[in-house]
């Protein structure tokens, strides 16, 4: 079925990706901020600038000095323009503001329409800018509040009687000053104070949203590697069942060309040894495939095979033409985990693979399971009466190293070696052993007695 997208008739009126006017213009916005600063704040104060400097008849300003609109024009723009990048560079911003507020004053100019524009560069200062920046603006904010209730100050006594207008006490004078300094103060301060609660909460938003990138990118990682840990073990299970298999049907073949005139009952029973490995590859390897499929689970119908299959696995390659013997003390063996168990098989597997390739004609085989007490490990042992270090090496040894992985998984270790290393016999021995404690599902070590680690016959062979 498509994915269908709720329409414009929908009960919300929007489609799933599509938004509300109003949030992609603020959005719009918050990717341009020089652009809302322009159009909201700039051109409004450049329109009054121009109107009030271009057509009033203003032509006094401080302690009645004269004052020239095109001076005066130039240290308006100088205030206005730096609120274009009042958010994006703050500091640079409220330094050039600054500077041309302060040249008014000094040049008796008097202050303009660029006083209006100190709310905004405080509050660009506080949220987006750093904290020495947004304390410093802060107390330059201050300042010049005090300054101009001093200049209210200054002009209330200098016009005192030359106008109506401008006769006043001393009394009323400072209460005017007192009342500008402190509702210019609190502008300041207010305009700092949201600012910086702003500046906060985008903090906090960049922090939780580098947090999520972080978690992301850890949960991609542990994803990749789970998937590389999934690949090398479907890699080893294809390796061992292939291998194997592979083996056994290719001596299996062998044998039954050389005995399919003399003998047709053997070659008969070769052929059918063939199948049936052929069969018992193709279920392993459906079973190990549909792991990847989430929609096929009936395709894990075999579960994975252990220590109980051992029996079988040393048919196989008894039908092979090796002699192989079988010894496990059932009687000492703890639970063991299935992960633990199918190591166990694969090893056994590996090891007798290696022998029907490597050892050569009349080799014998024998496999060893039971437990040392007295080391407090599970002992695996395949020995071999083949060719052992004289043996010709067709690959990396990717089967050995499989082996040691396998046995690594549960604090195990496996040591492969020829047997002419530790006597003057011939052959090739791999032993693995497993910690008692790692073995079990519970973790719990066997009431055995000492005597378990010895070599028992058992009925399996």
Request: proline letters at 5%; glycine letters at 10%; one cysteine or more.
């Amino acid at each position: 079925m498509p994915d269908r997208r709720l329409s414009r008739s929908s009960p919300t009126g929007y489609g799933l990706d599509a938004q509300p006017l109003h949030v992609r213009i603020v959005k719009f916005f918050e990717e341009r901020l020089w652009l809302g600063d322009l159009l909201f704040k700039v051109l409004p104060l450049l329109f009054f600038i121009g109107i009030f400097w271009g057509l009033s008849g203003v032509e006094w300003g401080l302690l009645n000095h004269p004052v020239n609109p095109r001076v005066m024009f130039v240290l308006e723009l100088m205030g206005i323009l730096p609120l274009i990048i009042s958010r994006i560079r703050p500091g640079l911003a409220a330094g050039l503001m600054t500077f041309a507020c302060l040249c008014q004053v000094i040049s008796l100019q008097g202050p303009g329409f660029a006083a209006f524009a100190v709310p905004f560069v405080i509050y660009a200062c506080a949220k987006y800018g750093s904290r020495r920046v947004s304390r410093t603006y802060l107390g330059i904010g201050l300042l010049g509040a005090l300054l101009m209730g001093g200049e209210v100050l200054v002009l209330s006594y200098a016009y005192r009687g030359a106008a109506p207008y401008y006769a006043m006490d001393w009394v009323y004078g400072v209460f005017i000053t007192v009342l500008v300094t402190g509702f210019c103060a609190a502008v300041v301060l207010v305009a700092w104070l949201l600012g910086d609660l702003a500046g906060r909460r985008r903090r906090e938003v960049a922090a939780v949203q580098e947090k999520n990138r972080l978690l992301q990118r850890e949960r991609d990682q542990e994803a990749q590697l789970a998937a590389d840990a999934e690949r090398m073990r479907i890699a080893r299970e294809m390796h061992d069942v292939i291998s194997h298999s592979m083996s056994v049907m290719i001596a299996q073949a062998d044998g039954g060309r050389y005995v399919l005139e003399a003998d047709p009952q053997r070659a008969a029973h070769a052929f059918e040894t063939i199948s049936d490995t052929g069969r018992e590859a193709l279920t392993e390897m459906r079973r190990m495939l549909g792991v990847l499929r989430e929609d096929q689970d009936h395709l894990k119908m075999k579960p994975a095979p252990g220590v109980e299959d051992l029996p079988g696995l040393v048919e196989d390659v008894r039908a092979s033409g090796v002699d192989v013997s079988l010894h496990i003390a059932h009687h000492h063996l703890p639970p063991l985990s299935e992960g633990v168990s199918l190591a166990i098989y694969r090893i056994v597997q590996e090891a007798l693979t290696n022998t029907m390739k490597h050892a050569g004609p009349g080799a014998v085989a024998e496999v060893w399971l039971g437990v040392d007490l007295a080391a407090a490990e599970l002992a695996l042992e395949i020995r071999d009466t083949g060719a052992g270090a004289s043996a010709a090496d067709d690959g990396a040894g990717s089967g050995l190293l499989g082996m040691a992985e396998r046995a690594r998984l549960y604090g195990g270790r496996v040591l492969a070696r020829p047997k002419g290393e530790e006597s003057l016999e011939s052959g090739f021995v791999v032993e693995a052993r497993f910690p008692l404690a790692r073995v079990s599902p519970t973790g719990s070590q066997p009431g055995a007695s000492r005597g378990a680690g010895a070599r028992v016959r058992s009925s399996s062979e």
